[in-house]
């Protein structure tokens, strides 16, 4: 089960560095731009450790649908960002498709 824990901890870079991207405005600010770049790169690498035993789709999946609905959360109690009804509902069914695969898909070890 380490591939959830590296996927977690690579979804988890990508929001801070995604974060810090916001903060680094075009990369004209020296600690947000470093952090941007390191956050990147522990989270390709976390990823790259995950695809040795998750089909890459089904880790992509949870890796974006994650980061999505993580780095909204981040814009709206960090950066008073609003999300509409329609942006919601859709986030909503990102979740829902990537519980679905997690649960149902054959691409997936269930045991």
């Known amino acids: ?13 990508e929001v801070i560095a995604t974060s810090a991207l916001k903060h680094s405005e075009g990369f004209t600010k020296l ?10 790169t522990i989270a390709f690498y976390l990823l790259s450790l995950t695809l040795r035993t998750l089909p890459m789709g089904i880790a992509y999946a949870v890796w974006s649908g994650a980061g999505i609905v993580l ?6 109690l960090a950066f008073k960002q609003s999300l509409d009804t329609a942006a919601i509902i859709g986030m909503c069914f990102i ?13 997936m070890s269930h045991g």
């Not at 780095?71 to 709206?76: A, E, K, M, N, T």
């Open 71 to 76: 780095i909204s959360l981040v814009g709206w």
């Open 1 to 13: 089960m380490n591939h959830w824990f590296f996927l977690s901890l690579a979804i988890i870079a």
């Open 95 to 107: 979740v829902l498709g990537v519980a679905i695969i997690n649960t149902y898909s054959n691409s």
């Open 31 to 40: 600690w947000p731009t470093l952090i941007t770049a390191v956050g990147y």
